[in-house]
Nanobody, 119 residues
Framework: VQLQASGGGLVQAGGSLRVSCAVSQSIFTMYDMGWFRQAPGKERDVIAT????????DYADSVKGRFTVSRDNAKNTVYLQMNSLKPEDSAVYYCRARSISGTQLLAYWGQGTQVTVSS
């Protein structure tokens, strides 16, 4: 499984940005999808997850109400819409897909896309 993240960039505080994650196979075959971010000197933190059906989503408190995860099944792509961005949202954003293989839960990562929010 390969993931390709894109859509990062520079935006002013209060602005919006959408990052995308293209998956090399059907999202429905995945256990779940997730978005993470990592700021310099900090750990990689989960910010949003979504079930393959899209019916179940979960968000970190820091982004709840501002970020929305969605998907396009036809394109095997997952999106993270980010609104009301703050300078503290600046980080490299990664998408992750997990699949089940027997009794194992396998994780696949995209290469990350930089999001910078200026004050």
């Amino acid at each position: 499984v390969q993931l390709q993240a894109s859509g990062g960039g520079l935006v002013q505080a209060g602005g919006s940005l959408r990052v995308s994650c293209a998956v090399s196979q059907s999202i429905f075959t995945m256990y779940d999808m997730g978005w993470f971010r990592q700021a310099p000197g900090k750990e990689r933190d989960v910010i949003a997850t979504m079930s393959p059906s899209g019916r179940s989503t979960d968000y970190a408190d820091s982004v709840k109400g501002r970020f929305t995860v969605s998907r396009d099944n036809a394109k095997n792509t997952v999106y993270l819409q980010m609104n009301s961005l703050k300078p503290e949202d600046s980080a490299v954003y990664y998408c992750r897909a997990r699949s089940i293989s027997g009794t194992q839960l396998l994780a696949y990562w995209g290469q990350g896309t930089q999001v910078t929010v200026s004050s």
